[in-house]
């Protein structure tokens, strides 16, 4: 009977079992779940790529390549990245309608989803800037003093000290910001499209992008950029300015001159 008692089991003896168990299975997720988490990205990316290769054929091989190497009627799409993609047809700019000295912005003509598949087919071509997530290019908490600063030293000799853009040399022209998304901003910095030099982080750190981006979305918004001055006249500065004084100023001062000299002939034959 002293035997008997002896092998008889410990009452939580059941309970760490079990809890053994529940351990096991949790290591064994553990072990296995980011494993088939990461061959799901990577199925997906797959498809992704695929997909973007197919759209990329119909709508970007005839002036790029059938392998994204260039032709002589569009550059070579190789190491410009997934951010150049999302800019250049997440603005309208690509497919190009025709050749020019610039392309301008005009209606997208892909959705998002298309522009996502397309962007993962030419990163897969070679490596290059990769599209910002939110939180890159959203201005919360920036300096915009600070934002001011950096847009007046390295944007405003192109786009004008107000973002209303000016002209450029042969034909180009620096567009307007008035209107353009912030992840738009933040990829036009990393890539630097068409005429625009690019500001990768090594020269033009994250948070220096943001602090721009934040200086932008305030000239935009008409509740907090104020024109003390009154009539802006396009935010275009001296040009614009020297072109009122003139047209007005020196045109009422002929109309003053003119209607002097008349009283003055009047005066005289009476």
Same mark, same amino acid.
């Given at each position: 009977?002293? =035997?008997?008692?002896?092998?008889?089991? *410990?009452?939580? $003896?059941?309970?760490?079992?079990?809890?053994?168990?529940?351990?096991?299975?949790?290591?064994?997720?553990?072990?296995? @779940?980011?494993?088939?988490?990461?061959?799901?990205?990577? #199925?997906?990316?797959?498809?992704?790529?695929?997909? !973007?290769?197919?759209?990329? /054929?119909?709508?970007?091989?005839?002036?790029?390549?059938?392998?994204?190497?260039?032709? #002589?009627?569009?550059?070579?799409?190789?190491?410009?990245?997934?951010?150049?993609?999302?800019?250049?047809?997440?603005?309208?700019?690509?497919?190009?309608?025709?050749?020019?000295?610039?392309?301008?912005?005009?209606?997208?003509?892909?959705?998002? @989803?298309?522009?996502?598949? %397309?962007?993962?087919?030419?990163?897969?071509? &070679?490596?290059?800037?990769?599209?910002?997530?939110?939180?890159?290019?959203?201005?919360?908490? $920036?300096?915009?003093?600070?934002?001011?600063? %950096?847009?007046? /030293?390295?944007?405003?000799?192109?786009?004008?000290?107000?973002?209303?853009?000016?002209?450029? #040399?042969?034909?180009?022209? @620096?567009?307007?910001?008035?209107?353009?998304?912030? =992840? *738009?901003?933040?990829?036009?910095?990393?890539?630097?499209?068409?005429?625009?030099?690019?500001?990768?982080?090594?020269?033009?750190?994250?948070?220096?992008?943001?602090?721009?981006?934040?200086?932008?979305?305030?000239?935009?918004?008409?509740? =907090?950029?104020?024109?003390?001055?009154?009539? #802006? +006249? &396009?935010? %275009? !500065?001296?040009?614009?300015?020297? +072109?009122?004084?003139?047209?007005?100023?020196?045109?009422? %001062?002929?109309? /003053?001159?003119?209607?002097? $000299?008349? *009283?003055?002939?009047?005066?005289? =034959?009476?």
């Amino acid at each position: 009977m002293k =035997k008997l008692s002896a092998r008889r089991r *410990h009452p939580l $003896a059941a309970v760490v079992v079990l809890l053994l168990a529940l351990a096991a299975t949790g290591g064994l997720y553990a072990a296995f @779940a980011p494993a088939d988490k990461a061959q799901a990205e990577e #199925t997906s990316q797959s498809l992704a790529i695929e997909e !973007g290769k197919k759209l990329y /054929t119909v709508g970007c091989a005839s002036c790029h390549g059938t392998g994204g190497e260039g032709t #002589t009627d569009g550059p070579s799409l190789v190491g410009v990245g997934s951010a150049s993609v999302d800019f250049q047809v997440g603005t309208g700019r690509m497919p190009a309608q025709q050749p020019g000295a610039q392309v301008p912005k005009k209606k997208v003509i892909y959705s998002q @989803a298309e522009i996502d598949q %397309l962007a993962a087919y030419v990163a897969s071509l &070679g490596a290059g800037p990769i599209t910002p997530t939110e939180d890159q290019y959203s201005p919360k908490g $920036a300096d915009v003093a600070r934002g001011g600063d %950096l847009f007046r /030293t390295n944007c405003a000799q192109c786009h004008n000290f107000t973002g209303k853009g000016g002209a450029l #040399t042969e034909g180009k022209y @620096a567009p307007t910001l008035e209107g353009v998304s912030n =992840k *738009h901003l933040y990829e036009a910095m990393q890539t630097g499209p068409q005429n625009m030099p690019s500001f990768p982080d090594g020269v033009m750190p994250e948070k220096e992008k943001k602090e721009i981006i934040a200086y932008v979305e305030t000239m935009n918004d008409p509740d =907090k950029a104020s024109s003390p001055g009154g009539l #802006t +006249l &396009g935010g %275009l !500065g001296p040009v614009s300015e020297g +072109l009122f004084a003139w047209i007005f100023g020196l045109g009422a %001062l002929i109309a /003053t001159a003119v209607w002097v $000299a008349a *009283h003055t002939a009047k005066a005289k =034959k009476s």
